[in-house]
Protein backbone atom coordinates (compact mmCIF):
# COMPACT_ATOMS: atom_id res chain seq x y z
CA UNK A 1 0.00 0.00 0.00
CA UNK A 2 2.82 2.13 0.62
CA UNK A 3 4.47 1.95 -2.47
CA UNK A 4 1.25 2.82 -4.61
CA UNK A 5 1.08 6.61 -2.88
CA UNK A 6 3.73 7.70 -4.86
CA UNK A 7 2.32 6.24 -8.05
CA UNK A 8 -0.86 7.80 -7.70
CA UNK A 9 0.84 11.32 -7.33
CA UNK A 10 3.20 10.60 -10.15
CA UNK A 11 -0.12 9.40 -12.38
CA UNK A 12 -2.03 13.10 -10.59
CA UNK A 13 0.72 15.13 -11.73
CA UNK A 14 0.63 13.73 -15.29
CA UNK A 15 -2.97 13.93 -15.77
CA UNK A 16 -2.62 17.79 -14.55
CA UNK A 17 -0.18 18.32 -16.75
CA UNK A 18 -1.78 16.64 -19.40
CA UNK A 19 -4.98 18.57 -18.88
CA UNK A 20 -2.88 21.84 -18.87
CA UNK A 21 -1.07 21.21 -22.48
CA UNK A 22 -4.46 20.40 -23.74
CA UNK A 23 -5.76 23.36 -22.96
CA UNK A 24 -3.13 25.38 -24.09
CA UNK A 25 -2.89 22.85 -27.67
CA UNK A 26 -6.89 24.14 -27.88
CA UNK A 27 -6.45 27.66 -27.25
CA UNK A 28 -9.16 28.92 -29.66
CA UNK A 29 -10.05 30.90 -32.59
CA UNK A 30 -9.72 34.82 -33.52
CA UNK A 31 -10.26 36.72 -36.47
CA UNK A 32 -9.71 40.50 -36.66
CA UNK A 33 -8.84 43.21 -39.33
CA UNK A 34 -5.25 43.46 -38.40
CA UNK A 35 -2.28 40.00 -37.66
CA UNK A 36 -1.12 41.81 -35.16
CA UNK A 37 -4.10 42.38 -33.75
CA UNK A 38 -5.52 38.83 -34.21
CA UNK A 39 -2.08 37.74 -32.34
CA UNK A 40 -2.90 39.74 -29.44
CA UNK A 41 -6.08 37.98 -28.45
CA UNK A 42 -4.91 34.73 -29.60
CA UNK A 43 -1.67 35.83 -26.65
CA UNK A 44 -4.57 36.05 -23.73
CA UNK A 45 -5.94 32.59 -25.18
CA UNK A 46 -2.41 30.57 -24.77
CA UNK A 47 -2.22 32.42 -21.34
CA UNK A 48 -5.43 30.68 -20.94
CA UNK A 49 -7.68 33.76 -20.93
CA UNK A 50 -10.93 33.84 -21.66
CA UNK A 51 -12.87 34.99 -25.28
CA UNK A 52 -13.56 38.29 -23.64
CA UNK A 53 -9.73 38.72 -22.35
CA UNK A 54 -8.85 37.60 -26.16
CA UNK A 55 -11.05 40.44 -27.60
CA UNK A 56 -10.69 43.58 -25.61
CA UNK A 57 -6.98 42.80 -25.85
CA UNK A 58 -7.77 42.83 -29.68
CA UNK A 59 -9.28 46.50 -29.05
CA UNK A 60 -6.52 47.83 -27.50
CA UNK A 61 -4.48 46.82 -29.66
CA UNK A 62 -6.46 48.11 -32.42
CA UNK A 63 -6.30 51.20 -30.96
CA UNK A 64 -2.51 51.38 -31.64
CA UNK A 65 -2.32 49.98 -35.34
CA UNK A 66 -5.83 51.22 -37.13
CA UNK A 67 -6.54 54.41 -35.46
CA UNK A 68 -8.29 55.07 -38.15
CA UNK A 69 -11.24 52.87 -37.81
CA UNK A 70 -11.40 52.59 -33.75
CA UNK A 71 -9.84 52.77 -30.35
CA UNK A 72 -10.26 53.49 -26.96
CA UNK A 73 -11.72 57.13 -27.94
CA UNK A 74 -14.82 55.57 -29.26
CA UNK A 75 -16.92 52.57 -28.52
CA UNK A 76 -18.83 49.60 -29.41
CA UNK A 77 -21.01 46.90 -28.50
CA UNK A 78 -20.49 43.34 -27.31
CA UNK A 79 -21.92 40.38 -28.13
CA UNK A 80 -21.42 37.10 -25.33
CA UNK A 81 -22.47 33.81 -25.48
CA UNK A 82 -21.52 31.04 -22.31
CA UNK A 83 -20.14 28.19 -23.77
CA UNK A 84 -21.30 26.43 -20.44
CA UNK A 85 -25.02 28.07 -19.54
CA UNK A 86 -25.50 28.88 -23.79
CA UNK A 87 -26.33 32.42 -22.17
CA UNK A 88 -26.39 35.48 -24.42
CA UNK A 89 -25.58 38.92 -23.20
CA UNK A 90 -24.71 42.34 -24.84
CA UNK A 91 -22.76 45.15 -23.85
CA UNK A 92 -23.70 48.82 -24.83
CA UNK A 93 -20.24 51.41 -24.94
CA UNK A 94 -21.66 52.54 -27.18
CA UNK A 95 -20.72 57.32 -27.19
CA UNK A 96 -23.10 59.30 -25.75
CA UNK A 97 -24.03 63.45 -26.42
CA UNK A 98 -22.42 65.97 -23.88
CA UNK A 99 -24.68 67.90 -21.80
CA UNK A 100 -24.01 70.92 -23.60
CA UNK A 101 -25.13 69.09 -27.05
CA UNK A 102 -28.67 70.14 -28.25
CA UNK A 103 -30.95 69.53 -31.17
CA UNK A 104 -29.43 72.16 -32.87
CA UNK A 105 -26.22 71.20 -32.07
CA UNK A 106 -25.51 70.43 -36.27
CA UNK A 107 -27.55 73.47 -37.64
CA UNK A 108 -25.67 76.82 -39.18
CA UNK A 109 -26.44 80.20 -38.50
CA UNK A 110 -29.17 79.99 -40.90
CA UNK A 111 -30.64 77.27 -39.24
CA UNK A 112 -30.43 74.59 -41.84
CA UNK A 113 -27.83 71.43 -41.73
CA UNK A 114 -24.39 71.70 -41.64
CA UNK A 115 -22.44 70.27 -44.40
CA UNK A 116 -21.12 66.71 -43.36
CA UNK A 117 -17.88 67.58 -44.19
CA UNK A 118 -17.68 70.46 -41.93
CA UNK A 119 -19.85 68.44 -38.84
CA UNK A 120 -17.11 66.11 -38.52
CA UNK A 121 -13.48 67.96 -37.39
CA UNK A 122 -13.00 68.83 -34.56
CA UNK A 123 -15.03 69.22 -31.09
CA UNK A 124 -18.57 69.21 -32.28
CA UNK A 125 -18.88 65.60 -33.42
CA UNK A 126 -17.75 63.99 -30.26
CA UNK A 127 -19.14 62.15 -28.00
CA UNK A 128 -17.93 60.68 -24.33
CA UNK A 129 -15.48 57.51 -25.41
CA UNK A 130 -17.43 54.34 -24.44
CA UNK A 131 -15.03 51.42 -24.82
CA UNK A 132 -13.14 51.56 -21.53
CA UNK A 133 -16.45 51.34 -19.57
CA UNK A 134 -17.41 48.17 -21.63
CA UNK A 135 -14.23 46.99 -21.24
CA UNK A 136 -14.60 47.11 -17.40
CA UNK A 137 -18.20 45.91 -17.40
CA UNK A 138 -17.37 42.67 -19.19
CA UNK A 139 -13.60 41.62 -18.30
CA UNK A 140 -15.86 42.00 -14.83
CA UNK A 141 -18.35 39.06 -15.89
CA UNK A 142 -16.65 37.32 -18.27
CA UNK A 143 -12.51 37.63 -17.81
CA UNK A 144 -10.11 35.21 -16.58
CA UNK A 145 -7.09 36.94 -16.55
CA UNK A 146 -5.88 40.09 -14.76
CA UNK A 147 -6.97 43.62 -15.78
CA UNK A 148 -3.68 44.65 -16.57
CA UNK A 149 -2.34 41.73 -18.75
CA UNK A 150 -5.11 42.45 -21.50
CA UNK A 151 -2.98 45.93 -22.15
CA UNK A 152 0.48 44.41 -22.55
CA UNK A 153 0.43 43.73 -26.46
CA UNK A 154 -0.63 47.28 -27.42
CA UNK A 155 1.83 48.95 -24.90
CA UNK A 156 4.33 47.04 -26.24
CA UNK A 157 3.07 47.95 -30.04
CA UNK A 158 2.81 51.66 -29.10
CA UNK A 159 6.25 51.39 -26.94
CA UNK A 160 8.51 49.57 -29.76
CA UNK A 161 6.72 50.42 -32.68
CA UNK A 162 4.92 49.04 -35.43
CA UNK A 163 5.50 48.59 -39.06
CA UNK A 164 2.50 51.19 -40.93
CA UNK A 165 -0.29 48.82 -42.69
CA UNK A 166 -1.40 49.47 -46.48
CA UNK A 167 -5.08 50.60 -44.91
CA UNK A 168 -3.28 52.92 -42.18
CA UNK A 169 -1.28 54.56 -45.04
CA UNK A 170 -4.06 55.27 -47.26
CA UNK A 171 -6.30 56.72 -44.76
CA UNK A 172 -3.41 59.06 -43.53
CA UNK A 173 -3.14 60.18 -47.34
CA UNK A 174 -6.25 61.00 -47.37
CA UNK A 175 -6.13 62.51 -44.09
CA UNK A 176 -3.47 65.04 -44.99
CA UNK A 177 -5.03 67.87 -46.51
CA UNK A 178 -7.60 68.40 -43.55
CA UNK A 179 -4.21 67.99 -41.05
CA UNK A 180 -3.41 71.50 -41.55
CA UNK A 181 -5.56 72.44 -38.84
CA UNK A 182 -4.30 69.13 -36.36
CA UNK A 183 -0.47 69.71 -35.41
CA UNK A 184 -1.03 66.62 -32.43
CA UNK A 185 -2.01 64.17 -35.32
CA UNK A 186 0.84 65.39 -37.33
CA UNK A 187 3.22 64.86 -34.67
CA UNK A 188 2.32 61.25 -34.34
CA UNK A 189 1.60 60.21 -37.68
CA UNK A 190 3.81 62.01 -40.04
CA UNK A 191 7.49 61.27 -41.10
CA UNK A 192 9.57 64.01 -42.34
CA UNK A 193 7.15 66.36 -43.02
CA UNK A 194 4.58 63.98 -44.69
CA UNK A 195 2.14 60.95 -43.84
CA UNK A 196 3.78 57.97 -42.83
CA UNK A 197 4.19 55.08 -45.59
CA UNK A 198 3.10 51.16 -45.47
CA UNK A 199 5.97 49.54 -44.05
CA UNK A 200 7.54 52.40 -42.03
CA UNK A 201 8.10 52.47 -38.55
CA UNK A 202 5.75 54.51 -35.63
CA UNK A 203 5.84 54.77 -31.99
CA UNK A 204 3.20 56.33 -30.26
CA UNK A 205 4.97 56.79 -26.46
CA UNK A 206 2.16 59.29 -25.26
CA UNK A 207 -0.15 55.74 -25.73
CA UNK A 208 1.76 53.51 -24.60
CA UNK A 209 2.50 55.48 -21.38
CA UNK A 210 -1.52 56.06 -21.10
CA UNK A 211 -2.18 52.57 -21.47
CA UNK A 212 0.42 51.79 -18.58
CA UNK A 213 -1.67 54.14 -16.20
CA UNK A 214 -5.02 52.37 -17.39
CA UNK A 215 -3.37 49.07 -16.75
CA UNK A 216 -2.54 50.36 -12.95
CA UNK A 217 -5.24 52.23 -12.60
CA UNK A 218 -8.54 51.13 -14.15
CA UNK A 219 -11.17 52.91 -15.83
CA UNK A 220 -11.02 56.16 -13.46
CA UNK A 221 -8.07 56.78 -14.75
CA UNK A 222 -9.81 57.76 -18.30
CA UNK A 223 -12.75 58.94 -17.21
CA UNK A 224 -11.68 61.24 -14.01
CA UNK A 225 -8.70 63.56 -12.62
CA UNK A 226 -6.10 64.57 -15.65
CA UNK A 227 -7.58 61.44 -17.93
CA UNK A 228 -10.60 62.65 -18.01
CA UNK A 229 -9.00 66.61 -18.26
CA UNK A 230 -6.77 66.19 -21.16
CA UNK A 231 -10.32 64.56 -23.08
CA UNK A 232 -12.02 67.71 -22.04
CA UNK A 233 -9.32 70.13 -23.24
CA UNK A 234 -8.89 68.58 -26.38
CA UNK A 235 -12.48 69.05 -27.40
CA UNK A 236 -13.61 72.61 -25.64
CA UNK A 237 -10.65 74.06 -26.98
CA UNK A 238 -10.28 72.14 -30.53
CA UNK A 239 -8.63 74.25 -33.10
CA UNK A 240 -11.81 73.86 -35.32
CA UNK A 241 -15.86 73.26 -33.92
CA UNK A 242 -14.48 73.85 -30.35
CA UNK A 243 -17.39 72.27 -28.01
CA UNK A 244 -17.97 72.75 -24.33
CA UNK A 245 -17.14 69.21 -22.83
CA UNK A 246 -16.97 68.76 -19.16
CA UNK A 247 -15.00 66.67 -17.39
CA UNK A 248 -18.51 65.73 -15.75
CA UNK A 249 -19.71 63.98 -18.84
CA UNK A 250 -16.83 61.60 -18.58
CA UNK A 251 -17.43 60.72 -14.80
CA UNK A 252 -21.04 60.04 -15.69
CA UNK A 253 -20.81 57.84 -18.51
CA UNK A 254 -21.96 54.33 -18.12
CA UNK A 255 -21.78 51.65 -20.54
CA UNK A 256 -24.86 48.99 -19.95
CA UNK A 257 -25.90 45.86 -20.40
CA UNK A 258 -29.44 45.59 -22.80
CA UNK A 259 -31.27 42.44 -23.84
CA UNK A 260 -30.39 40.55 -26.79
CA UNK A 261 -32.93 40.74 -30.32
CA UNK A 262 -33.25 37.51 -31.83
CA UNK A 263 -35.15 36.69 -34.81
CA UNK A 264 -36.38 33.65 -37.09
CA UNK A 265 -34.95 32.96 -40.39
CA UNK A 266 -35.98 29.64 -41.81
CA UNK A 267 -34.23 27.00 -38.95
CA UNK A 268 -32.12 29.54 -37.62
CA UNK A 269 -31.90 32.10 -34.90
CA UNK A 270 -30.21 35.49 -35.41
CA UNK A 271 -28.98 36.95 -32.39
CA UNK A 272 -27.24 40.57 -32.12
CA UNK A 273 -27.56 43.98 -30.37
CA UNK A 274 -30.24 46.11 -29.70
CA UNK A 275 -31.42 50.09 -30.01
CA UNK A 276 -29.52 51.80 -30.06
CA UNK A 277 -28.50 49.42 -32.74
CA UNK A 278 -30.67 49.17 -35.93
CA UNK A 279 -28.35 46.79 -37.35
CA UNK A 280 -29.87 43.52 -36.06
CA UNK A 281 -33.50 44.55 -36.15
CA UNK A 282 -32.66 45.20 -39.91
CA UNK A 283 -31.00 41.92 -40.57
CA UNK A 284 -33.70 40.14 -39.25
CA UNK A 285 -35.98 42.27 -40.89
CA UNK A 286 -34.05 41.46 -44.30
CA UNK A 287 -33.56 38.09 -44.16
CA UNK A 288 -37.77 37.75 -43.01
CA UNK A 289 -38.55 39.24 -45.94
CA UNK A 290 -36.48 36.90 -47.85
CA UNK A 291 -37.98 33.68 -46.12
CA UNK A 292 -40.69 33.39 -48.27
CA UNK A 293 -38.47 32.43 -52.12
CA UNK A 294 -36.59 29.76 -52.54
CA UNK A 295 -32.80 31.59 -52.32
CA UNK A 296 -31.19 28.13 -52.30
CA UNK A 297 -32.83 27.27 -55.67
CA UNK A 298 -31.99 30.69 -57.04
CA UNK A 299 -28.09 30.81 -55.98
CA UNK A 300 -25.54 33.67 -56.10
CA UNK A 301 -25.40 33.88 -59.58
CA UNK A 302 -29.40 34.84 -60.09
CA UNK A 303 -29.80 38.27 -60.76
CA UNK A 304 -33.41 37.83 -59.04
CA UNK A 305 -31.21 36.72 -56.20
CA UNK A 306 -30.21 40.15 -55.72
CA UNK A 307 -33.37 41.80 -56.56
CA UNK A 308 -34.99 40.42 -54.26
CA UNK A 309 -32.37 41.37 -51.94
CA UNK A 310 -32.22 44.78 -52.86
CA UNK A 311 -36.05 45.02 -52.83
CA UNK A 312 -35.38 43.85 -48.79
CA UNK A 313 -33.27 45.91 -47.77
CA UNK A 314 -34.72 48.90 -49.00
CA UNK A 315 -37.82 48.34 -47.08
CA UNK A 316 -35.54 47.49 -43.70
CA UNK A 317 -33.96 50.64 -44.35
CA UNK A 318 -36.75 53.07 -44.80
CA UNK A 319 -38.29 51.42 -41.25
CA UNK A 320 -34.58 51.89 -40.16
CA UNK A 321 -34.58 55.69 -40.90
CA UNK A 322 -38.25 56.29 -39.33
CA UNK A 323 -38.50 54.24 -35.76
CA UNK A 324 -34.31 53.26 -34.37
CA UNK A 325 -32.99 55.46 -32.57
CA UNK A 326 -31.53 55.27 -28.44
CA UNK A 327 -34.23 53.51 -26.88
CA UNK A 328 -33.44 55.30 -23.17
CA UNK A 329 -35.20 58.49 -25.06
CA UNK A 330 -37.65 56.98 -27.77
CA UNK A 331 -39.93 54.25 -28.02
CA UNK A 332 -38.51 52.14 -30.67
CA UNK A 333 -41.32 49.37 -31.44
CA UNK A 334 -38.43 46.35 -31.40
CA UNK A 335 -40.83 43.60 -30.57
CA UNK A 336 -43.14 44.86 -33.88
CA UNK A 337 -40.18 45.60 -35.93
CA UNK A 338 -39.27 41.98 -36.04
CA UNK A 339 -42.55 40.47 -35.51
CA UNK A 340 -43.00 37.69 -38.37
CA UNK A 341 -46.61 39.06 -39.42
CA UNK A 342 -45.59 42.43 -39.68
CA UNK A 343 -42.44 41.21 -42.22
CA UNK A 344 -44.37 38.67 -43.55
CA UNK A 345 -46.55 41.79 -44.78
CA UNK A 346 -43.75 43.62 -45.72
CA UNK A 347 -42.41 40.94 -47.86
CA UNK A 348 -45.58 40.87 -49.87
CA UNK A 349 -44.47 44.17 -51.43
CA UNK A 350 -41.57 42.59 -52.99
CA UNK A 351 -42.72 41.69 -56.43
CA UNK A 352 -39.96 38.61 -57.20
CA UNK A 353 -39.61 40.75 -60.91
CA UNK A 354 -39.58 44.31 -60.95
CA UNK A 355 -38.37 46.96 -58.58
CA UNK A 356 -41.32 48.79 -56.05
CA UNK A 357 -39.71 51.91 -56.86
CA UNK A 358 -40.90 53.60 -53.63
CA UNK A 359 -40.03 52.18 -50.37
CA UNK A 360 -41.91 53.36 -47.60
CA UNK A 361 -41.57 52.66 -43.70
CA UNK A 362 -44.51 50.80 -42.81
CA UNK A 363 -46.30 50.81 -39.02
CA UNK A 364 -45.28 47.91 -37.23
CA UNK A 365 -47.00 47.42 -33.87
CA UNK A 366 -46.87 49.32 -31.07
CA UNK A 367 -45.12 52.19 -33.84
CA UNK A 368 -45.13 55.32 -32.29
CA UNK A 369 -45.46 59.01 -34.49
CA UNK A 370 -41.97 59.50 -36.13
CA UNK A 371 -40.67 60.89 -38.85
CA UNK A 372 -38.05 59.57 -40.90
CA UNK A 373 -34.58 61.53 -41.45
CA UNK A 374 -31.64 60.21 -43.18
CA UNK A 375 -28.19 61.18 -42.18
CA UNK A 376 -25.00 60.22 -43.49
CA UNK A 377 -22.53 57.65 -42.25
CA UNK A 378 -18.64 57.27 -42.62
CA UNK A 379 -17.01 54.22 -43.29
CA UNK A 380 -15.24 53.55 -40.49
CA UNK A 381 -15.25 50.35 -37.38
CA UNK A 382 -13.56 47.50 -37.06
CA UNK A 383 -14.58 44.39 -36.07
CA UNK A 384 -13.29 41.29 -34.16
CA UNK A 385 -14.24 38.07 -33.31
CA UNK A 386 -12.62 35.67 -30.37
CA UNK A 387 -13.67 32.13 -29.14
CA UNK A 388 -11.85 30.38 -25.95
CA UNK A 389 -11.55 26.71 -25.30
CA UNK A 390 -15.04 26.06 -23.32
CA UNK A 391 -16.83 27.65 -26.39
CA UNK A 392 -17.13 30.89 -25.09
CA UNK A 393 -18.09 33.55 -27.67
CA UNK A 394 -16.75 37.19 -27.66
CA UNK A 395 -17.89 39.12 -30.34
CA UNK A 396 -17.39 42.97 -30.68
CA UNK A 397 -17.60 45.90 -33.18
CA UNK A 398 -15.57 48.76 -32.41
CA UNK A 399 -15.68 52.41 -33.56
CA UNK A 400 -14.36 55.81 -34.16
CA UNK A 401 -16.69 56.24 -36.77
CA UNK A 402 -14.83 58.12 -39.77
CA UNK A 403 -11.83 57.94 -40.50
CA UNK A 404 -9.62 59.11 -37.44
CA UNK A 405 -12.36 60.34 -35.84
CA UNK A 406 -13.34 64.08 -35.02
CA UNK A 407 -8.93 64.49 -35.83
CA UNK A 408 -8.26 65.12 -32.23
CA UNK A 409 -6.14 63.92 -29.88
CA UNK A 410 -5.82 63.35 -26.40
CA UNK A 411 -3.53 60.51 -24.50
CA UNK A 412 -2.07 59.55 -28.14
CA UNK A 413 -5.60 57.98 -29.23
CA UNK A 414 -8.08 59.66 -31.57
CA UNK A 415 -11.45 60.92 -30.27
CA UNK A 416 -14.81 59.72 -31.90
CA UNK A 417 -16.51 61.74 -34.20
CA UNK A 418 -19.38 59.53 -33.24
CA UNK A 419 -22.12 62.38 -32.78
CA UNK A 420 -22.16 63.03 -36.41
CA UNK A 421 -24.14 59.65 -36.54
CA UNK A 422 -27.20 61.53 -34.90
CA UNK A 423 -29.05 63.12 -37.98
CA UNK A 424 -29.07 67.15 -38.19
CA UNK A 425 -32.70 67.68 -38.72
CA UNK A 426 -34.13 67.84 -35.55
CA UNK A 427 -37.84 68.05 -37.04
CA UNK A 428 -39.41 67.05 -39.57
CA UNK A 429 -43.16 68.38 -40.93
CA UNK A 430 -43.59 69.80 -37.28
CA UNK A 431 -42.55 66.19 -35.89
CA UNK A 432 -39.25 65.32 -33.64
CA UNK A 433 -36.86 62.57 -35.02
CA UNK A 434 -36.26 59.84 -34.04
CA UNK A 435 -32.52 60.02 -33.69
CA UNK A 436 -31.93 63.72 -32.99
CA UNK A 437 -29.52 65.14 -31.24
CA UNK A 438 -30.10 65.28 -27.26
CA UNK A 439 -28.09 65.53 -24.11
CA UNK A 440 -26.68 62.29 -22.62
CA UNK A 441 -28.09 60.45 -25.87
CA UNK A 442 -26.75 57.64 -28.13
CA UNK A 443 -26.55 57.93 -32.06
CA UNK A 444 -28.34 55.42 -33.71
CA UNK A 445 -25.33 53.10 -35.07
CA UNK A 446 -25.20 50.23 -37.45
CA UNK A 447 -22.32 48.24 -35.89
CA UNK A 448 -24.27 44.52 -36.04
CA UNK A 449 -22.07 42.15 -34.44
CA UNK A 450 -24.06 38.69 -34.67
CA UNK A 451 -24.31 35.31 -33.29
CA UNK A 452 -26.24 32.48 -35.50
CA UNK A 453 -27.89 29.49 -33.62
CA UNK A 454 -28.78 26.17 -35.28
CA UNK A 455 -32.38 24.35 -35.05
CA UNK A 456 -31.11 22.46 -31.86
CA UNK A 457 -29.58 26.01 -30.15
CA UNK A 458 -25.91 25.59 -30.64
CA UNK A 459 -23.98 28.65 -32.21
CA UNK A 460 -22.78 27.68 -35.68
CA UNK A 461 -21.53 31.47 -37.06
CA UNK A 462 -20.21 34.57 -35.99
CA UNK A 463 -19.69 37.39 -38.39
CA UNK A 464 -19.50 41.51 -38.21
CA UNK A 465 -18.32 43.70 -39.97
CA UNK A 466 -17.09 48.02 -40.50
CA UNK A 467 -18.08 49.95 -43.26
CA UNK A 468 -21.04 52.89 -41.90
CA UNK A 469 -24.44 52.04 -42.95
CA UNK A 470 -23.29 48.94 -45.52
CA UNK A 471 -22.00 46.88 -41.98
CA UNK A 472 -25.52 45.76 -42.13
CA UNK A 473 -25.90 45.14 -45.64
CA UNK A 474 -22.37 43.01 -45.34
CA UNK A 475 -23.87 40.92 -42.19
CA UNK A 476 -27.47 40.18 -43.81
CA UNK A 477 -25.11 39.31 -47.43
CA UNK A 478 -22.69 37.05 -45.52
CA UNK A 479 -25.74 35.23 -43.67
CA UNK A 480 -27.44 34.71 -46.73
CA UNK A 481 -24.47 33.23 -48.83
CA UNK A 482 -23.63 31.33 -45.63
CA UNK A 483 -27.10 29.68 -44.48
CA UNK A 484 -29.02 29.47 -48.31
CA UNK A 485 -25.81 29.21 -50.63
CA UNK A 486 -23.50 27.12 -48.52
CA UNK A 487 -20.39 29.37 -48.80
CA UNK A 488 -17.73 28.92 -46.06
CA UNK A 489 -17.07 31.83 -43.85
CA UNK A 490 -14.68 33.57 -45.83
CA UNK A 491 -16.04 33.21 -49.14
CA UNK A 492 -19.31 34.35 -47.54
CA UNK A 493 -17.44 37.79 -46.51
CA UNK A 494 -15.74 38.21 -49.81
CA UNK A 495 -19.09 37.93 -52.10
CA UNK A 496 -19.56 41.45 -53.78
CA UNK A 497 -22.02 43.57 -51.65
CA UNK A 498 -25.38 45.28 -53.01
CA UNK A 499 -26.18 48.61 -51.31
CA UNK A 500 -28.22 51.79 -52.75
CA UNK A 501 -27.75 55.44 -52.35
CA UNK A 502 -30.56 57.90 -53.27
CA UNK A 503 -30.87 57.06 -57.14
CA UNK A 504 -31.17 52.94 -57.13
CA UNK A 505 -29.54 50.37 -56.31
CA UNK A 506 -25.39 50.22 -55.87
CA UNK A 507 -23.40 47.36 -57.05
CA UNK A 508 -19.13 46.10 -55.96
CA UNK A 509 -17.46 46.94 -59.00
CA UNK A 510 -15.00 43.71 -59.71
CA UNK A 511 -17.53 41.71 -58.35
CA UNK A 512 -19.75 39.20 -60.49
CA UNK A 513 -22.44 41.95 -58.96
CA UNK A 514 -21.07 44.11 -61.81
CA UNK A 515 -22.52 41.98 -64.39
CA UNK A 516 -25.49 41.50 -63.47
CA UNK A 517 -26.65 45.65 -63.93
CA UNK A 518 -28.36 45.18 -66.77
CA UNK A 519 -30.63 42.19 -66.05
CA UNK A 520 -31.26 44.19 -62.71
CA UNK A 521 -32.07 47.01 -64.84
CA UNK A 522 -34.42 45.35 -67.25
CA UNK A 523 -36.38 44.52 -63.56
CA UNK A 524 -37.15 48.80 -63.29
CA UNK A 525 -33.98 49.23 -60.96
CA UNK A 526 -31.61 52.56 -61.21
CA UNK A 527 -28.21 50.43 -61.23
CA UNK A 528 -24.73 52.43 -60.39
CA UNK A 529 -21.38 50.99 -58.91
CA UNK A 530 -19.98 51.86 -55.44
CA UNK A 531 -16.09 51.30 -54.08
CA UNK A 532 -16.82 51.13 -50.50
CA UNK A 533 -13.73 50.54 -47.72
CA UNK A 534 -15.12 47.20 -46.73
CA UNK A 535 -14.00 44.82 -44.24
CA UNK A 536 -15.62 41.84 -42.05
CA UNK A 537 -14.86 39.41 -40.15
CA UNK A 538 -16.35 35.91 -38.76
CA UNK A 539 -16.09 32.07 -37.17
CA UNK A 540 -18.42 29.40 -38.39
CA UNK A 541 -18.82 25.95 -36.29
CA UNK A 542 -17.59 22.91 -38.86
CA UNK A 543 -18.87 19.49 -38.89
CA UNK A 544 -16.51 18.31 -36.49
CA UNK A 545 -17.81 20.97 -34.33
CA UNK A 546 -14.53 22.66 -34.17
CA UNK A 547 -14.02 26.29 -35.10
CA UNK A 548 -12.56 27.95 -38.18
CA UNK A 549 -12.09 31.62 -38.13
CA UNK A 550 -12.17 33.98 -41.14
CA UNK A 551 -11.54 37.34 -42.27
CA UNK A 552 -12.91 39.42 -45.50
CA UNK A 553 -10.34 38.89 -48.26
CA UNK A 554 -10.82 42.87 -49.27
CA UNK A 555 -8.77 43.35 -46.06
CA UNK A 556 -5.15 42.85 -44.34
CA UNK A 557 -6.75 40.76 -41.50
CA UNK A 558 -6.39 36.93 -40.38
CA UNK A 559 -7.68 34.75 -38.62
CA UNK A 560 -5.72 31.85 -36.56
CA UNK A 561 -6.91 29.10 -34.72
CA UNK A 562 -4.75 27.16 -32.11
Request: glycine content about 12%.
Amino acid sequence: MRRRAPVRAFLAALLALLSFTTQALAAGTVSSADPRASEAGMEMLRKGGSATDAALAMMLALTVIEPQSSGIGGGGFLLHHDGKSGELATIDGRETAPRSATPALFLGADGKPLPFSQAVPGGKSVGVPGNIALMKQSHDRWGRLKWAALFAPAIRLAREGFAVSKPLAEALQRAAPLWADFPDARAIYWIDGRPAREGEMLRNPALADFLEKLARKGPRAFYKGKGAAAISAAVSNAPRNPTPFARADLSAYRAKSRPPVCGQYRVYKICGMGPPSSGTVAVVQILGMLERFDMKALGPDSPQSWHLIGEAMRLAFADRGKYLGDSDFIAVPVNGLIDRAYIQGRSTLIAPGAARGSYEPGTPPGAPLRTPAKGPETPGTTHFVAIDDIGNIATMTSTVEGPFGSQLIAHGFFLNNELTDFDFTPEKDGAPVANRVEPGKRPRSSMTPTIIYDASGKPVFVVGAAGGSTIIMQVAKALIAHLDWGMSARDSLGLGLIFFDRDGLTLEPGTKLEAMKPALEAMGHHVGTLTARLKANAAERLPDGRWQGAADPRSVGVALTE
